[in-house]
């Protein structure tokens, strides 16, 4: 079984972002909360049967974790009540999409963080997401604000939502959303660097002995830690830090790495149970490199070719992600999968 | 020959910290300006000669360019003429180890920059460094304020910059210093996201159109780039930029890597034409690899075992340095070198 760890749902249906715009264009007026269009099951067959699971099928997938659109979260908006309404109707959206197509999509939760930090709303969602409605995995924005203005991620204000996430024992997966800074752009830089500097948060806290339990995944092969392990190692020795490699109890990167020679580096640096399959399809990287013919963010492909054993490519492909998200292992025997 | 690109002087005489402390201790008394303690050539042979000299012959090597700490420039003090006078001893300094051991050590420029943005101050420290001292290249921050408050730097406010140090044809070696975004570990986070963000600031704008003999070097091995040279490609196809490799025309990547999975990384996705071996030894991480004996930015372990040709060796090793630094190659013909 091949499970794409790193999905979210960039073709949903124009209704969501329709109720997204009326709620930006009414902010601050208490009275004008917009209500959701529906949406018939209909059209959402259609937007998945159209992109994510013909693609997914086409490429050998079986199974994807599916999230609302990253950079539609907007974690920067103030209003908590905002918040919690679009965080509320994006995941009721994807969760749908995980009971129409239950073999294929298995949900998991946007936060209704805000830039004040403010926990309650966000737990209740979480709670809400994983306890009702059985989301396997939840994504945590390190920065809300959009221009890192809060406090790292290892502070003792988040403690409170790491303790929930580890109680319901589910993985966040580390996403920021758009980034409010114009020297960081959203795609290129701003992913990639909330990935390198979380991985340093962690690398100096003690999180992990706090929440041993927690498990947290950095996407897009961890931004720039794997290319720079050997910094990251040597740092660690220099100031008396932990290792590197006693993160790899608790963190987790995804293949989000849209060349061979990344790939081939991903998987000799950090050991392959660390290692989760993900494309983040239909994402930010769509179309083909015209030299090989093999469109970026078909990941297998490069996976495939890394010269893995067979046992470490079963590891990457589906054994680690049923281990890291046991409510998906769940979800999937309870299927027959 | 071998030279090193990138050495700061973090093994200064103490006296320049003392320097430094005291301005910082009478900021805003624009009576006390402080006045650098004399330290003598002896002090200074001393400092090189058991350091960065010593290890540079250890490991083979002949010349290394040679700037002020990276970490102590501070662009984020307010104060131009603070910042004015903290370059120039600062300056002043490693021009002095340039005269004393002129065959090993080339001086690169600190730049008064600061958060402000004013380019007055910078582009006549920038003159007189390399018109008058013969300095062969120039750090310049793209974050002076530590915090990403600034502008990127392809915004027309650095027009002026680029326009003076394409004129004295020195390259620009991208260069943060402090982080002062508790997000954002300096040398694990902050140093390798500005080169992700820069090279993502160039992939979007024509600044190499409007300069097209700037040549900007972006050291740590390019930050996270070259490990997701395939999403910079599939992202530049998708939005319609220009493609990656049309920057290589004006930019060039270091080896600054400290392990040999991510240097083999760097030279097979970068062509050996655009990459300039460097060390920065005695730098952020010191001390070696227990695994292998290797000191970790003894770089040149790496590159030696990157399978690379006897063309591609000299090219990273010293032909691409004499090109990308026209000064350099003038002041070492001078010497016969």
Chains 1, 2 share one sequence.
């Not at 994807?64 to 509320?88: I, N």
């Not at 805000?114 to 924005?141: K, W, Y």
């Amino acid at each position: 079984m091949i499970i794409d760890t790193h999905g979210h749902y960039t073709t949903a249906p124009e209704e969501l972002q329709a109720f997204r715009d009326a709620q930006l264009a009414t902010l601050g007026q208490a009275s004008a909360t917009p209500t959701p269009a529906a949406i018939s099951d209909d059209r959402i067959r259609e937007s998945i049967e159209l992109n994510q699971l013909k693609v997914l099928r086409e490429r050998g997938g079986d199974v994807m974790l599916f999230s609302p659109k990253a950079s539609g979260m907007e974690h920067h908006v103030l209003d908590p009540a905002v918040a919690a309404a679009w965080a509320r109707v994006s995941n009721d959206l994807v969760h749908r999409v995980g009971e129409l197509f239950s073999e294929h999509f298995a949900p998991v939760a946007q936060l209704p963080q805000t830039p004040g930090g403010e926990l309650d709303g966000v737990i209740a969602e979480l709670r809400r997401t994983v306890s009702e409605l059985g989301f396997v995995g939840v994504n945590v924005n390190p920065d809300p604000s959009g221009t890192w203005a809060g406090k790292p991620l290892t502070d003792e204000s988040w403690f409170p939502l790491w303790e929930a996430i580890e109680e319901l024992d589910v993985p966040a997966m580390i996403h920021v959303s758009t980034a409010c800074n114009p020297n960081f752009h959203t795609l290129g830089a701003h992913y990639l660097n909330a990935d390198t500097s979380v991985f340093m948060q962690l690398l100096v806290s003690d999180l992990f002995v706090r929440f041993p339990r927690l498990r947290v995944v950095i996407p897009h092969g961890g931004g720039a830690v794997p290319y720079h392990w050997g910094r990251y190692r040597g740092l660690s020795m220099r100031y008396g830090w932990q290792e590197p490699a006693e993160l790899l109890r608790n963190v987790y990167f995804d293949t989000c790495v849209y060349q061979q020679a990344g790939t081939d580096l991903l998987t000799s640096v950090i050991p392959t149970e660390n290692v989760l399959f993900a494309s983040e399809m239909l994402g930010a990287v769509r179309g083909g490199d015209p030299e090989t013919g093999i469109a970026w963010d078909d990941t297998k492909q490069y996976v495939d070719r890394a010269g893995l054993s067979a046992a470490a490519l079963t590891a990457v492909y589906e054994t680690n992600a049923r281990r890291v998200y046991p409510a998906l292992d769940r979800r999937l025997t309870a299927r027959g999968l």
